[in-house]
Nanobody, 124 residues
Framework: QIRLVESGGASVQAGGSLRLSCRASGFDKRTSYSMAWFRHAPGKEREGVAIIRPTGGTTYSDSVKGRFTISKDNVDNTLYLQMDSLKSEDTAIYYC?????????????????WGQGTQVTVSA
């Protein structure tokens, strides 16, 4: 069973940076996975932030493109999200997700493993 544990959430001022981590365990070593970050802000629907595919290809939502960078370390099964130039509208709970390798876009219904989330608060 896949287990995802996020960390790194904090309160920061606008313009600052944070790096989120997601430690994964339980992966089948014979299988590749797409992994992604989603976020859920108060009063809004959960939305996709960034995805990284087994090939290393990435896609970002328009709202974070140019400011956030998704990456992964395949040795220790850790997913990262580097967040720079943070804005107050980035305030949300950030979730790590994993799913089959064929996942290409940030369609949350296609991801079948989720972490518990980590809170990011950006003050103006």
């Amino acid at each position: 069973q896949i287990r995802l544990v996020e960390s790194g959430g904090a309160s920061v001022q606008a313009g600052g940076s944070l790096r989120l981590s997601c430690r994964a365990s339980g992966f089948d070593k014979r299988t590749s996975y797409s992994m992604a970050w989603f976020r859920h802000a108060p009063g809004k629907e959960r939305e996709g932030v960034a995805i990284i595919r087994p090939t290393g290809g990435t896609t970002y939502s328009d709202s974070v493109k140019g400011r956030f960078t998704i990456s992964k370390d395949n040795v220790d099964n850790t997913l990262y999200l580097q967040m720079d130039s943070l804005k107050s509208e980035d305030t949300a709970i950030y979730y790590c997700a994993a799913g089959p390798s064929w996942i290409y876009r940030l369609f949350q219904e296609e991801f079948n493993s989720w972490g518990q989330g980590t809170q990011v608060t950006v003050s103006a």
